[in-house]
């Protein structure tokens, strides 16, 4: 038999609207219904919404504009990962881990030259947050962490292809076999990594890289 993964409402939530605004075929800006309508039809309480809410924020798949509502903002960042059925959550993580390689590692490079002070002060403030915060708060200011560093390559190519898988990506935030903490060895290197990036030494950046996904692979591998 297989472990049962653990499921936080939030991320139920989280889905069904993905599925709402793939059902009905809803495009950038959008309407979503209110708060108040997505608690009473789905049943959940308030806090499981706002959490979904800034969660799919997060993903860029949904902006909140205060005293409008909730607007679809790009519908096509989680289209692909709908087409890949993952039957093995490890071997999906593996491979993924192999791509991010390639196209992370690409970015890391490209920021250690071009990465701006604000561009360094965003990864910074996240890599504190990352650290001080638990549970989905500390998932999300990673995923802003490396979408700095995407931000930071300024290559509209590359964030481009990193956009269109980057709801697969975010297999890597939310809770790897149901536990949150469970790359939580790779946060030392997004330290060296950032510093390496503003020594301005893609070489070094690139390391720093592979070592913090050596760690996740064998964190995967380990798993049983």
Same mark, same amino acid.
């Given at each position: 038999?297989?472990?049962?993964?653990?499921?936080?409402?939030?991320?139920?939530?989280?889905?069904?609207?993905?599925?709402?605004?793939?059902?009905?075929?809803?495009?950038?800006?959008?309407?979503?219904?209110?708060?108040?309508?997505?608690?009473?039809?789905?049943?959940?309480?308030?806090?499981?919404?706002?959490? *979904?809410?800034?969660?799919?924020?997060?993903?860029?798949?949904?902006?909140?504009?205060?005293?409008?509502?909730?607007?679809?903002?790009?519908?096509?960042?989680?289209?692909?990962?709908?087409?890949?059925?993952?039957?093995?959550?490890?071997?999906?993580?593996?491979?993924?881990?192999?791509?991010?390689?390639?196209?992370?590692?690409?970015?890391?490079?490209?920021?250690?030259?071009? *990465?701006?002070?604000?561009?360094?002060?965003?990864?910074?403030?996240?890599?504190?947050?990352?650290?001080?915060?638990?549970?989905?708060?500390?998932?999300?200011?990673?995923?802003?962490?490396?979408?700095?560093?995407?931000?930071?390559?300024?290559?509209?190519?590359?964030?481009?292809?990193?956009?269109?898988?980057?709801?697969? #990506?975010?297999? #890597?935030?939310?809770?790897?076999?149901?536990?949150?903490?469970?790359?939580?060895?790779?946060?030392?290197?997004?330290?060296?990594?950032?510093?390496?990036?503003?020594?301005?030494?893609?070489?070094?950046?690139?390391?720093? #890289?592979?070592?913090?996904?050596?760690?996740?692979?064998?964190?995967?591998?380990?798993?049983?």
């Amino acid at each position: 038999m297989k472990k049962i993964k653990k499921v936080q409402t939030h991320e139920m939530v989280s889905k069904e609207i993905k599925d709402y605004i793939q059902n009905n075929q809803l495009k950038k800006g959008d309407k979503l219904p209110s708060a108040e309508k997505i608690m009473a039809t789905l049943g959940v309480g308030r806090s499981s919404i706002r959490e *979904a809410i800034r969660y799919l924020e997060a993903l860029d798949v949904v902006e909140v504009l205060n005293g409008k509502g909730i607007f679809v903002k790009e519908p096509s960042l989680y289209q692909l990962s709908t087409k890949i059925t993952i039957e093995n959550e490890k071997s999906a993580l593996l491979q993924l881990c192999e791509v991010r390689r390639g196209l992370e590692g690409i970015a890391v490079e490209l920021a250690a030259v071009r *990465a701006t002070q604000e561009h360094l002060d965003e990864m910074w403030h996240y890599y504190e947050l990352i650290g001080n915060t638990k549970g989905t708060e500390s998932s999300i200011a990673d995923m802003k962490f490396h979408q700095a560093i995407y931000k930071a390559s300024d290559n509209i190519i590359l964030q481009e292809l990193i956009g269109s898988i980057w709801n697969t #990506f975010v297999e #890597f935030w939310r809770a790897p076999f149901g536990h949150n903490e469970f790359f939580h060895d790779s946060y030392p290197f997004h330290k060296s990594m950032v510093e390496a990036i503003e020594e301005r030494n893609p070489q070094k950046a690139r390391e720093e #890289f592979n070592k913090m996904m050596d760690v996740m692979v064998r964190a995967i591998n380990e798993f049983e």
